[in-house]
RNA sequence: UCCUCGGUAGCUCAAUGGCAGAGCAUGCGGCUGUUAACCGCAGGGCUGUUGGUUCGAGUCCAACCCGAGGAGCCA
């Protein structure tokens, strides 16, 4: 046997003496019992140390001493107990040996309610929380299932600059750096550089940080945040919408699958969540619009009427993303942008220049947009006028003109944001708790 | 950048303009089934900063700093 084991497979062990090693997360006591809540990173279980099957009052009295995040290891039987709590629970453990590696004291997250920017001051420890160690665990589920589907669906994973030289869509939100005598950018998105890569390896997709210098103060807002974009050659704006729908599904249903347990810690509503499944609604902007008007309409709280005022032409605030989502049970996609409020990059709807190819998924349950992409402009005229339009300075895109000029062919991608997503799928109110150490407008420190 | 709310013990919060309080945490003592245990005792304060009004300010006024929620912008 193992000279120690993994609290998450405790159930395999009932009847068997084992030694685990980890952390007090709480502890509560009656005498000469007292009840450990131990966790390894794994799980937490409960260990139950009874002075005399210790055989030792010194050592019992220093685990009677023992602070929260004191460092231990307890050797013992494994036991099936209903009463006894944790993850996954229902079992605890006899102990017989106990060995202090660290007495901790006054830690200073207790198991009481403490305010926000208290925990993100102390986020360093915070991140020892169960709800955070069920949201983080699942933030790599997230992440392994979208490798995994793209692996698996003939993608290549290419890395995509983080310097560069100008932004892909406006400049008011890039943070600059300096690059030797020259100014260059964090990067907003890796998504020209793959256009790039799609001539080369047909279907790719890029996955790391990205940065927007948006003033934004928000729960859907980070400073730093991860995005996969997925880009496809020979793919218009209907098979982007059916890649989407089944990316997204595998990853809901991945979680679904694997990290059960941690979905209970969080109380999260998994009903909704099975329903995640090919096909998603697809409604066009027109039809939005005269949806949320219709909404609007028949509102009549007249403060949340003026919020949801919405004309042709305008982009969706979020209360328009919520009310619309409210309507269906299913993420749904969103096509067919006005031109004026999108990127540069798209291509125009055919026979409707003020409208282009681009699509947005919606999260359902209010958690707004997690996916925004299009079908990329192909024809180098067109491109190059639109980028005139947009006052970008042609000399840094000429590279990306010329993909055009050289076997241009239809082709499509999204970027889907990471903690929006884990967000969403964790049903929790705001991304900050989705990232280990997260950097906004108000914060960069731990 | 704008709107709203807040800042008092390590933490979460109380306190008609009139002696600075509680729970948790911490320390000591008690308890054989605890679940954010419980019981007893103890220590713990530049009330965000600066100025003003007042016999008297945690409380009222002004400016500033910090944070939260929302808007805009976005994934």
């Known amino acids: 046997m193992a000279d120690h084991v993994l609290i998450e497979h405790i159930a395999l062990y009932e009847g068997y003496e084992v030694t685990l090693q980890g952390w007090v997360y709480q502890k509560t006591g009656k005498g000469k019992l007292q009840f450990i809540r131990l966790r390894d990173g794994s799980g937490i279980i409960q260990c139950v140390v009874f002075r005399p099957n210790l055989n030792n009052d010194d050592l019992f009295n220093e685990v009677k001493a023992l602070g929260q995040e004191s460092s231990v290891r307890v050797t013992g039987k494994v036991k099936k107990e209903d009463r006894a709590p944790g993850t996954p629970g229902g079992y605890e453990l006899d102990v017989s040996q106990i060995e202090i590696i660290q007495a901790a004291h006054e830690y200073p997250i207790t198991p009481k309610e403490h305010g926000i920017e208290f925990l993100f001051d102390n986020r360093h420890l915070h991140l020892r929380s169960k709800q955070q160690w069920a949201v983080l665990r699942i933030r790599a589920t997230i992440k392994r299932a979208m490798q995994e589907w793209l692996d698996n669906n003939g993608y290549i994973n290419m890395d995509t600059p983080i310097i560069t030289p100008s932004a892909a869509e406006g400049t008011s939100n890039l943070f600059e750096v300096g690059y030797y005598d020259e100014t260059a950018y964090l990067a907003q998105t890796g998504q020209l550089y793959n256009e ?12 790391g940080p990205t940065f927007r210098a948006e003033k934004s103060k928000t729960r859907r807002h980070l400073s730093e945040f991860w995005m996969i974009e997925p880009e496809i050659a020979f793919c218009d704006l ?11 599904s595998y990853i809901v249903q991945m979680v679904l699958t694997h990290r059960a347990p941690e979905l209970a810690v969080l109380e999260r509503d998994t009903a909704a969540l099975e329903n995640v499944q090919p096909q998603f609604p697809r409604i066009s902007y027109d039809e939005a619009i005269e949806r949320l008007q219709a909404l609007q309409a028949a509102e009549t709280d007249p403060e949340r009427a003026e919020m949801l005022k919405i004309e042709w032409g305008d982009d969706f605030g ?6 619309l989502t409210q309507q269906f049970d299913k993420p749904v996609f969103v096509y067919g942008y006005p031109t004026a409020i999108k990127a540069f990059y798209m291509e125009p709807w055919p026979g409707r220049p003020e409208i282009c190819k681009s699509v947005d998924l919606l999260a359902p349950e209010g958690y707004g947009e997690v996916c925004g992409g299009s079908e ?7 491109l190059i006028d639109a980028i005139k339009a947009h006052d970008l300075p042609l000399e840094n895109y000429d590279w990306y003109v010329d993909l055009r000029k050289y076997g241009s062919v239809p082709h499509s991608g999204f970027g889907m944001g990471l903690e929006r997503t884990v967000a969403w799928i964790c049903g929790i109110q705001h991304v900050r708790q989705t990232i280990a150490f997260p950097r906004t407008v108000s914060r960069m420190r731990p």
Request: glycine share 2%.
């Open 196 to 207: 790039a890569n799609i001539f080369a390896f047909g279907r790719v997709y890029c996955f």
């Open 238 to 248: 209907d098979q982007l919408m059916d890649i989407e729908e089944q990316f997204v």
């Open 318 to 323: 979020s209360p328009h993303e919520t009310a």
């Open 376 to 382: 990329r402009m192909s024809d180098p005229d067109k």
